[in-house]
């Protein structure tokens, strides 16, 4: 057994550590503060699992410079060491890698005992609420003297003083820690004990099982991958840890399964690294961005084809024989990544390029894939069928408009030129197309796709096609390969404008990868890299609904996921949904299932998600649901009334006519009649809020939340948005059943979403 105390003070001195092979603090605010509220009711809290060591036998984390003697290292405990070190030494300990905002500001309240994390409006100037950090550092003198001094809080001083003092002792806690000894302990015995033990937290993969026994000879092998990730996200472009750890095994071994560095030494571990990293830096600088124009992270496909040139360009001492091979290599690569060649069984296919590009070159992958594809390696229309940014064929689109000059449609300068940032602009708005009845394979196509500054963006927004396309350059729209054909700007023939304009873009790629496979296109000027803007559309309510829940998310400590993402079968590589969020390694990473918001489940295959152990959400309500139950959990709140609402008045129902409350009651249920008989839409789960809480309580929720509901953007998508709540709510006759703030917010709402979106 150990004291919390005697723990802490060993972290202090450096003899309680993390090995280089754990992964960073993962936890967020909700569990910082169910720990909290554990070990102050005195609830059980686990054991912590140690691994005794000599710091000369193993890579250590934290560890200063030619420290010496034996060290306890953190296997199971991490999240609560480190969240409690955080808490009661107000800062992080020195092994620390995540947010360390996650547990700072914490308060105490002495008469709810409740834990929250500091919320200056509610909390501002209400004398219960104490800082715990500064009362584990400062003692307990000012805190004392405070609560007895305060008018509301000077009567049951001895009452709060007795839960301060019963906080404090949370540093009394005894930790039973068992510790794993012995010479026949090596790490890669204590990595397999780490991850049996550890079976809610974060699995190492092979990856890290690798990289732990390299780590365990050369100590700088992770932090000098970590630094160069680093250098690469600053960039904009986001690697994982295992990608850079895949590309230097195949420089290293020119073979795909981490179980081939089982033979290599650290010092020639070291030496691949060394080779790797100004290969991906030349792929990605000169190549990548210079020769393609893939500037940017979404843009930057087909990212386990990168090994394969690696592995050819250390072959090759560094460099590609001429242009020609380069374009070569660039052929394949974009070639593998619209075939979608690692999209599923990544290390099989790895595999056999890696065989291939020893024995013969990039020609040999070229050969390989095409006999792949039967020979036919051609673009075609279908191709540019995607549906997103999140598609595969979006780069391309991007790519396209790069190398080709793609001009902005209003000024006619090439983008890029100017130091303006370049946007996606809707040719077709999407407000007009769902209002036509249109599906979001048609609404969302990439076939309908530009690329504009935000001026122009601006500019054209909401416009007529049929109108602003007449009064555009015709050269600029050739450049975006935009049909000229007037008949073909209406929403009517908005199919057929999206069949012409696929026509001109294969075309298009095909003239330019033929030049890339032929060694014949010119290599004078280079790319550079340009700004892009990755913001949703304002005036898109089921966009801002998304953006608004990913916020909040964050803001709770879960991680952001990839937008807009399309989401491969990992045995086939048959795209199996284009979601609108997509995390693959849980909310928390290494902690749960993957989890998918898919909002047009028809256009996904849900079982097979399912099948592949995902959790699957298909709307936006349901998973803010999921994931405000789970935080109750593990908060210790479950069961309390949400606080999403705490800024917002109670109104009195007395001084309301019991007619009007009546009234109120009779327009909600005549609105959801009206939806089902007129727009065939059965808002479900409203019905179900106002069974359960009645028609205004059902409607208070609904404005309390941070974001407007799954039911809002439905009626927005119908035109309709005279049917949704907050219309009622702003409607003369009921906004005096509710305060200023929730008429405010429901005219907000209104207001902001209400453009396009009236009764037809």
Not at 56 to 65: L, S, V, Y
Not at 107 to 132: G, Y
Not at 363 to 384: E, P, T, W
Request: with cysteine; glycine share 8%.
């Amino acid at each position: 057994m150990a004291k919390l105390t005697t723990i802490l003070d060993q972290i202090d001195a450096g003899t309680m550590l993390l090995p280089e092979f754990q992964r960073g603090y993962v936890w967020n605010r909700d569990q910082v503060r169910g720990l909290m509220r554990s070990l102050y009711r005195g609830y059980p809290v686990g054991a912590l699992l140690v691994w005794e060591t000599e710091s000369t036998d193993q890579a250590i984390r934290g560890a200063a410079a030619g420290a010496t003697g034996q060290k306890s290292l953190l296997l199971d405990g991490q999240q609560r060491v480190t969240t409690l070190y955080g808490i009661v030494r107000g800062r992080a300990p020195v092994f620390f890698e995540g947010d360390p905002s996650v547990f700072e500001e914490l308060r105490f309240n002495v008469l709810t005992e409740a834990f929250q994390f500091h919320a200056p409006v509610k909390m501002k100037d209400d004398p219960f609420w104490i800082d715990v950090t500064e009362l584990f550092v400062d003692g307990t003198r000012a805190t004392y003297k405070a609560l007895a001094a305060h008018p509301d809080t000077a009567e049951d001083f001895p009452t709060y003083a007795e839960r301060i003092q019963q906080l404090r002792n949370v540093l009394e806690k005894d930790f039973h820690v068992e510790a794993i000894t012995g010479a026949d302990k090596t790490v890669d015995v204590v990595v397999d004990i780490f991850n049996r033990v550890n079976s809610g937290g974060t699995k190492l993969s092979k990856g890290d099982l690798a990289l732990a026994r390299i780590c365990s000879e050369w100590g700088e092998a992770r932090p000098t991958m970590r630094r160069n990730l680093d250098r690469w996200a600053a960039g904009g472009f986001h690697f994982t840890a295992d990608w850079l750890l895949r590309t230097v095994n195949a420089v290293a071994t020119g073979r795909a399964p981490f179980s081939a560095l089982e033979d290599v030494s650290s010092a020639d571990f070291e030496h691949s690294l060394n080779v790797t990293l100004p290969a991906i830096d030349h792929f990605l600088s000169d190549l990548a961005v210079g020769r393609l124009g893939l500037d940017h992270d979404r843009v930057l496909m087909g990212r386990y084809a990168v090994p394969v040139l690696a592995r050819h360009l250390s072959n090759r001492g560094g460099r590609f024989a001429d242009g020609a091979e380069a374009d070569r290599a660039l052929y394949w690569y974009l070639q593998a990544a619209l075939r979608g060649r690692f999209a599923g069984s990544t290390e099989t296919f790895l595999a056999k390029d890696l065989e291939t590009v020893d024995k013969s070159g990039i020609d040999g992958v070229i050969a390989a894939l095409a006999r792949s594809r039967k020979g036919n390696l051609a673009i075609d229309a279908q191709d540019f069928e995607g549906v997103g940014r999140g598609s595969r064929s979006y780069p391309l689109l991007y790519l396209l408009a790069r190398v080709n000059g793609a001009r902005d449609l209003v000024s006619g300068t090439e983008l890029g030129r100017t130091s303006s940032p370049v946007g996606v602009h809707e040719i077709f708005p999407k407000t007009w197309l769902s209002r036509a009845g249109l599906g979001r394979s048609e609404v969302n196509a990439i076939a309908n796709f530009a690329f504009v500054t935000p001026a122009s963006g601006t500019r054209l927004s909401g416009r007529d096609p049929a109108q602003y396309l007449a009064e555009l350059d015709p050269e600029v729209l050739r450049s975006q390969w935009i049909p000229e054909d007037p008949s073909l700007w209406s929403i009517d023939a908005f199919p057929e404008f999206l069949a012409a304009r696929r026509e001109l873009l294969a075309r298009s790629a095909n003239e330019f990868l033929d030049a890339l496979h032929a060694g014949t296109r010119p290599w004078a000027g280079r790319l550079e890299q340009i700004v892009v803007t990755d913001e949703p559309d304002e005036t898109d309510a089921r966009a801002a609904q998304v953006r608004s829940l990913l916020d909040e998310l964050v803001e709770m400590g879960f991680a952001r996921p990839a937008l807009d993402t399309e989401i491969p079968d990992p045995e086939t590589g048959r795209p199996l949904a284009v979601a609108e969020a997509f995390w693959a390694d849980g909310l928390q990473p290494g902690q749960g299932a993957p989890v998918v918001l898919e909002l047009d489940p028809d256009e996904a295959d849900l079982p097979r998600l399912a099948e592949l152990g995902c959790e699957v959400f298909t709307s936006v309500d349901a998973l803010r649901g999921y994931v405000q139950r789970r935080s109750e959990v593990v908060s210790g709140d479950a069961g309390a009334e949400t606080t999403s609402g705490a800024g917002l008045r109670a109104v009195d129902p007395d001084a309301v006519a019991e007619e009007v409350d009546a009234d109120f009651d009779r327009a909600v249920l005549a609105s959801i009649d009206t939806c089902r008989e007129e727009l065939r839409y059965n808002p479900r789960w409203f019905r179900v809020m106002v069974n359960q809480h009645g028609a205004m309580g059902a409607t208070r929720r609904l404005l309390r939340a941070p974001a407007v509901s799954d039911g809002f953007v439905k009626l927005w998508q119908l035109g309709r948005l005279d049917l949704t709540a907050e219309a009622l709510v702003a409607d003369p006759r009921f906004s005096r059943l509710f305060d200023d703030d929730e008429v405010r917010i429901a005219r907000l709402r209104l207001d902001e979403y209400g453009t396009g979106a009236t009764a037809r």
